[in-house]
């Protein structure tokens, strides 16, 4: 484990898991031989064999072509904790605690839930390279690969709840826009409540778990998806899961740097709670309306009270979803949304 800022506890060459250290190895996307391979790791060619089919069983595409060895199907960067850091935006610095990255763990948010609440205005960030349970809203799976997307969780202290705390995902999912836009992404959406999307495929998705007593502070871990370069096949396999998945590689952002993004989306995440915080959704909410996928169509919502059908209305200035149905305007505060055809 990489960390910075607070005690460090990187991981060792010893500790490291050899997947992980052969994933960095191929990261540059050029092919390299097992010998090499074994030969700078200190390792036999058969533990690297066995390393690579690790890989391939945690969706990595890995390409193996006799007398060339290996080699990652997408180039990028393994996730380091000292870049991370060093490219936030310098408003922001101070009030990041620690960065930590991780080859793999179950859950980013799960992580960040297990420790004490960190101090008033600054924030523990938490990315990895793999999660072995990873979840989004409602208990769903979140299937990334190693290098193919990133997984990252941040934990936020409130002084008290904020009245608008219900519409953090949306403000967050704004946060991740702007973050998305400084690489050049044109044209990605938000789904209410919590789901980024690129033309009609989901670009990623924003979990937060709240941490509060009934009085006093309240903890918020906010837990982030954005896929990068997923492959095919794992495309193929969350396309089968019903959800229609897309990454930004398919937007043509193939090069883009996964440690500069990550320190994007936390930069924007960490002055939208620091303005929601002063201002709640006010400051966010006409970018968000004009951002919105599903304003003007077909839905049906599934919430506590059975499902409503009608026409997706936008949201009201406390972020909750407006439904024109056959009995009337709704508006709903949580629920689960789907677009009908036509």
């Not at 050029?30 to 690579?52: D, M, N, T, Y």
């Not at 904790?81 to 793999?104: G, M, P, Q, Y």
């Not at 951002?291 to 936008?314: E, F, K, N, S, Y």
């Amino acid at each position: 484990m990489a960390r910075t800022g607070g005690s460090a506890h990187p991981e060792t060459r010893e500790s490291t898991p050899l997947a992980a250290r052969v994933f960095a190895a191929l990261c540059d996307g050029r092919f390299h031989s097992g010998e090499q391979l074994a030969r700078a790791l200190g390792v036999s060619r058969s533990a690297i064999w066995k390393a690579a089919g690790t890989l391939r069983e945690l969706g990595a595409t890995l390409h193996a072509v006799r007398n060339r060895g290996y080699r990652l199907a997408s180039a990028g960067d393994p996730l380091d904790a000292a870049k991370i850091r060093e490219r936030l935006a310098r408003d922001v610095r101070d009030h990041v605690r620690s960065v930590e990255t991780t080859w793999s763990t179950a859950s980013t948010n799960s992580v960040l839930l297990a420790r004490a609440n960190p101090p008033g205005a600054t924030s523990e960030v938490f990315l990895t390279e793999y999660q072995t349970a990873g979840r989004g809203r409602l208990g769903r799976a979140w299937l990334a690969s190693p290098g193919g997307a990133i997984c990252l969780s941040l934990s936020w202290t409130f002084r008290e709840v904020p009245r608008d705390l219900g519409a953090l995902s949306l403000v967050i999912g704004v946060c991740a826009l702007r973050a998305l836009r400084s690489f050049g992404v044109a044209g990605a959406g938000l789904k209410w409540p919590n789901d980024l999307l690129l033309g009609e495929g989901k670009l990623g998705g924003v979990l937060i778990e709240l941490r509060a007593e009934s009085t006093g502070p309240a903890c918020v871990v906010i837990g982030i998806g954005v896929n990068m370069a997923l492959g095919a096949a794992l495309l193929q396999r969350i396309t089968e899961t019903g959800v229609a998945a897309t990454d930004l590689k398919s937007a043509g952002l193939a090069e883009t740097s996964r440690n500069s993004v990550a320190a994007a989306l936390v930069s924007a995440c960490l002055r939208g709670l620091l303005a929601f915080e002063r201002e709640g959704l006010k400051p966010f909410i006409e970018e968000w309306r004009a951002a919105d996928a599903l304003r003007g169509r077909p839905v049906d919502v599934t919430a506590a009270h059975g499902i409503a059908h009608g026409l997706a209305r936008g949201v009201d200035v406390h972020g909750a979803l407006l439904v024109e149905t056959p009995q009337g305007l709704k508006r709903f505060i949580a629920g689960d949304v789907t677009v009908r055809p036509g």
